[in-house]
C-alpha cells in the first residue's frame, strides 16, 4: 500500500514561536512578517494533505549556556509566553517529547505518519538532533527529503540541516519562509548549507509539489478502489 512507501518529504517547523515571530520581541527578526506569512500557508497545505509534521521548539532555561556573554538575548523561556508557537502552526493535542528524548508518554509514529498532525520536539540548543529523540522520530516518518523552514536561518536552521546531511539525509531550506536575525550572517550560512548538498528553494516552490503528491494520493486511491 502506498503508505508503506517513504513519504516525499517531511516538514520540519523550527521555532516558530511567539519569542522569534510576535512583534516587539527581544529577537526582532527583521523579516519575522514575510517569513511568517510564508510559513503560515505552508502549515496550511500540508494539513490539507495530512503530511505528518516534525515540530522543534526551543524551551530554555535562564541559565542556558546559548545566553552567556549576551550572544543572544533570553528567549523562549520555559513557562513563559513566548515559548508559545505561533497560531499559524499551533496544533492542538500535538504530543511533545521533552528535552533529553524522555520516552514516557511516547509518540505512535505509525499513527502520526499515516494521518497525519505534528510532533513536537523540544530542544534547549540551536541543532534540533541535540534532543536524541530526533533521530528516531525522522527515522520512523520515513521520508526521502527534510523540508526546513522557521528561525533562525543562521542558527537553528544551519545546525539542524548540517546534521541531517551528515546523516546521509536530503534536505530543503524554504528561503523566504526562513526568519533570520543577521542579514549577512543568513546569507552566508544558506551560501554554506547549500556549499554542503542542502537545496534552497521559495515556498512557491514547496506547495507545488504538495498539490502534485496530493494528485498523485488521490489518483492511488482511486485505482486502490477500483
Given at each position: 500500500?502506498?503508505?508503506?512507501?517513504?513519504?516525499?518529504?517531511?516538514?520540519?517547523?523550527?521555532?516558530?514561536?511567539d519569542d522569534f515571530?510576535?512583534?516587539?520581541?527581544?529577537?526582532?527578526?527583521?523579516?519575522?512578517?514575510?517569513?511568517?506569512?510564508?510559513?503560515?500557508?505552508?502549515?496550511?497545505?500540508?494539513?490539507?494533505?495530512?503530511?505528518?509534521?516534525?515540530?522543534?521548539?526551543?524551551?530554555?532555561?535562564?541559565?542556558?549556556?546559548?545566553?552567556?556573554?549576551?550572544?543572544?538575548?533570553?528567549?523562549?523561556?520555559?513557562?513563559?509566553?513566548?515559548?508559545?508557537?505561533?497560531?499559524?502552526?499551533?496544533?492542538?493535542?500535538?504530543?511533545?517529547?521533552?528535552?533529553?528524548?524522555?520516552?514516557?508518554?511516547?509518540?505512535?509514529?505509525?499513527?502520526?505518519?499515516?494521518?497525519?498532525?505534528?510532533?513536537?520536539?523540544?530542544?534547549?540548543?540551536?541543532?534540533?538532533?541535540?534532543?536524541?529523540?530526533?533521530?528516531?522520530?525522522?527515522?520512523?516518518?520515513?521520508?526521502?527529503?527534510?523540508i526546513l523552514y522557521?528561525?533562525?536561518?543562521?542558527?537553528?536552521?544551519?545546525?539542524?540541516?548540517?546534521?541531517?546531511?551528515?546523516?546521509?539525509?536530503?534536505?530543503?531550506?524554504?528561503?523566504?519562509?526562513?526568519?533570520?536575525?543577521?542579514?549577512?550572517?543568513?546569507?552566508?550560512?544558506?551560501?554554506?548549507?547549500?556549499?554542503?548538498?542542502?537545496?534552497?528553494?521559495?515556498?512557491?516552490?514547496?506547495?507545488?509539489?504538495?498539490?502534485?503528491?496530493?494528485?498523485?494520493?488521490?489518483?492511488?486511491?482511486?485505482?486502490?478502489?477500483?
Open positions: 500500500m502506498f503508505l508503506d512507501r517513504p513519504l516525499p518529504f517531511l516538514f520540519v517547523d523550527l521555532c516558530t514561536q515571530f510576535a512583534p516587539d520581541t527581544p529577537l526582532a527578526l527583521p523579516n519575522a512578517a514575510a517569513a511568517r506569512r510564508n510559513i503560515g500557508l505552508l502549515a496550511r497545505a500540508g494539513a490539507q494533505v495530512n503530511l505528518p509534521i516534525l515540530a522543534g521548539c526551543d524551551v530554555h532555561r535562564p541559565d542556558d549556556p546559548e545566553f552567556a556573554g549576551g550572544k543572544l538575548p533570553p528567549h523562549a523561556l520555559e513557562g513563559a509566553a513566548g515559548v508559545r508557537k505561533i497560531h499559524e502552526t499551533f496544533v492542538r493535542g500535538a504530543p511533545s517529547i521533552p528535552r533529553g528524548g524522555h520516552r514516557r508518554p511516547w509518540v505512535d509514529l505509525k499513527s502520526l505518519r499515516e494521518r497525519g498532525g505534528q510532533v513536537v520536539v523540544e530542544k534547549d540548543e540551536f541543532d534540533l538532533f541535540s534532543n536524541p529523540a530526533c533521530r528516531e522520530v525522522v527515522r520512523a516518518l520515513n521520508a526521502q527529503e527534510l522557521g528561525a533562525m536561518l543562521e542558527c537553528d536552521l544551519f545546525a539542524t540541516a548540517l546534521t541531517a546531511r551528515t546523516l546521509g539525509q536530503a534536505v530543503c531550506v524554504v528561503s523566504d519562509a526562513a526568519a533570520y536575525r543577521v542579514p549577512d550572517a543568513a546569507h552566508a550560512a544558506l551560501y554554506g548549507l547549500q556549499h554542503r548538498g542542502v537545496r534552497a528553494a521559495p515556498t512557491e516552490e514547496i506547495l507545488l509539489r504538495i498539490a502534485l503528491w496530493k494528485r498523485r494520493q488521490e489518483r492511488q486511491r482511486r485505482k486502490a478502489h477500483r
